[in-house]
């Protein structure tokens, strides 16, 4: 029997079970200890296509990193301007080109729904690489192997999240991602920028509360999860410059909270997580880029390989 | 004896006899047949250089797929706002430097003849991949090898090309490929964009002939290849309006065609092919862009290895 | 023991020994005659990050031919405008994240002293791409390599050094590359283009003589490096146009000069050196820019593997 993720499109995390995960976490820790000469066989020969319909440097090179690492190679669109978007080619056709070239596509893309839509029409499996306000399954995977790593356990943590809940894509897939655990959520944002809660369907959420302020809450908190609040989603630039200061991590937050807390970011940020964090113990969030090479490793070997 | 391909500049179609068509088209047969471990040797540690000074997604991934399947890489200046072009760097040192650090260049430039000079200062072969408004041979060798490999034959086939056939350089380069052949060309475009054809030369013409409307030729064809009309060809805009209504391929204008009509296109189409057409077995404008990869990969393995 | 730059960053030509290039050069050339295979052996499965903050399409494909050439891979952020950057990502966020996804990395930066604090913080080795107006390392060891290559030796030359001498940054490591050995130095430039020569500290100036005239001094020299003026340095364009006309090479200058008399620039070119010297002897630019994609391999060679 083929491993569960085998030829399989990842374009939302909600279509994957607990069991789905721990083959791609356990495979993920399989694959960081493997030889080189072994690891390098995982892909050899296969190609991932980037179809990247926004910047972002991050989880591109995450991708071409995770993608080199097993023996594989990476070709792709990742600047719309210097493409054929210019003269008016249509997403539907560049998806059929891209997939009859590759053995995997990773796409990102501003429009909601554009990764299911392409996984519908491609050849070749579709993995959603930020799509929308919504969706962004791999940063969730890694954001739960992250905690899990760190803590031995996804299951009876109490996990903070904190900025902009309403409008951060990564917020919506990892709550999703969560809601496969038992876990406390704590939600925690300016009154603007709190969950659209309608938004996440099929999830128990009466184990969530919603706070304005980190230190109501900070002492409970095993996780604590940051994301950047952008000035643009303010109509009033007074209104950002109020709610700027509030919502940031620094030393001094963190001496409130559990001596295990850890601290995790989808990067890039900006000034949310202070400086002084980085050289802390809490500071896992640049453990946390790194294991996504790793995780977005295995996630490709496991999608390429049947037996893995 | 090496393959007459072996060391050779691809600058214009007309460099190249039947004969070379014919090795060319059987080593792509050849090479999309072969296990991925001996297809990769044929450019195992070459490099590929692609000199972009326009933008082309589809040709670009398309010749760097091609590489990476026969097992070479691709590095490349691929969007000209970040690169010495800027500091006023002139395309003379550029090709130098680049070909320097390849095996076999690639490149697409607005200029008339940049490609020709290119391979006369070259170090290393060069692959004209677009050049001015008249040349793009690889593509004239992809849509042969396409007819080729859908009707099992070139010679004897009536041909219908529509759309924008006064600027597409796609449609000079095919043309010159199809005289080689014995076939018949229907020319299908409104007046403002017929065929230069004094741009044409050495030609023999006396079996083409010129129409306004698809529906008076859709019935003889075995081919119709299709192209984009585009907007900025019009002095004015009402002009296209009126055109552009007038030449595009849906169901109901094949069903008036032969059963095994065949429609191809270069891609990025726009909106001159419908959509429900993608459905039709007479589709093989994405077959076309797929045979693209093995195609080009012919090409260079034949360029790059005197024996195959 | 490992070999003296197995690990090291390579920030300043300044950090370096006459033994440590020695190592370097006789690397370069021993990679340059080894067999593809062995060569590719060198680096396979690493990988090399390319932070390029400025645009240099010849600096990267440099470094990405001579990592190809020893088996390895290269990844990067080459277009800051498509990159995190734009979101506000911080430069030490930036490095981390990528050091954390690849075995070496090569940073290009505008700001004086980006490389020295990327290396400080950087989990893998950093190689200075080029940062602020003063530190261009790789471009001084290709510099010296050519020199020594072409003359058998750097020890007892006059090296003249024409043209922008402010604000060239491939000029201030030159200067310090030459300084480590037994050289005359000629500077030839107009007065509001003269060295600061207080920017150069720890260096014996007194075999240093300022021209204003490549004529008086063009009998004497060995080797002549010439670089670009630039029209944006200038306050008063009419000031650029007079200077412009006088700093430049043709075949009759170099008449006046030795026979074995070489040519340098680090190119791009505009019109500093005419082209009809491309074709005498005395032109070794091109070489030079050849030359770069083997000493970079040696460089990456020696930095990645402790015995070679």
Redesign the interface.
């Known amino acids: 029997m083929p491993n569960p993720l085998f030829g399989r499109d990842v374009v939302s995390i909600r279509d994957f079970t607990r069991s789905d995960l721990e083959t791609l976490f356990n495979t993920a820790t399989k694959i960081s200890n493997m030889p080189?000469?072994e690891r390098?066989r995982l892909a050899d020969?296969r190609?991932l296509?980037l179809i990247f319909y926004e910047?972002?440097?991050?989880t591109k090179?995450?991708f071409?990193?995770a993608m080199?690492?097993i023996?594989g190679?990476?070709?792709?669109?990742?600047?719309p301007?210097?493409?054929?978007?210019?003269?008016?080619?249509?997403f539907?056709?560049?998806v059929?080109?891209?997939s009859?070239?590759?053995d995997v596509l990773a796409i990102r893309h501003p429009r909601e729904g554009a990764a299911r839509y392409a996984a519908s029409i491609s050849e070749k499996p579709v993995i959603n690489a930020g799509s929308g306000a919504e969706e962004h399954p791999t940063q969730a995977m890694l954001d739960l192997y992250t905690i899990y790593r760190e803590k031995g356990r996804i299951d009876g943590l109490t996990v903070g999240i904190m900025g902009d809940l309403r409008y951060s894509r990564t917020i919506y897939s990892l709550l999703y991602a969560l809601s496969k655990y038992d876990t406390k959520i704590r939600l925690i944002s300016p009154p603007e920028l709190r969950l659209r809660s309608d938004a996440l369907i099929d999830i128990h959420k009466s184990s969530w509360i919603q706070h304005i302020s980190i230190s109501e809450v900070i002492s409970e908190l095993d996780v604590l999860y940051v994301t950047?609040i952008q000035k643009e989603r303010f109509p009033d630039p007074t209104e950002y410059q109020k709610v700027k200061g509030s919502y940031y991590v620094d030393a001094s937050i963190l001496e409130q909270g559990k001596s295990d807390l850890i601290v995790l970011h989808p990067?890039?940020?900006?000034d949310e997580i202070r400086?002084e964090v980085d050289r802390l113990p809490q500071a896992k969030y640049?453990l946390q880029?790194?294991l996504g090479?790793d995780l977005r490793a295995a996630l490709l070997a496991l999608i390429l390989n049947p037996e893995l």
């Open positions: 080189s000469r390098r020969g190609l296509g910047p972002s440097s991050r090179l995450s071409e990193s080199y690492s023996g190679g990476s070709i792709g669109i990742t600047d301007s210097t493409s054929s978007i210019e003269k008016g080619e249509n539907t056709d560049t059929i080109v891209v009859g070239y590759v950047r990067l890039p940020r900006v400086p640049f880029a790194k090479r």
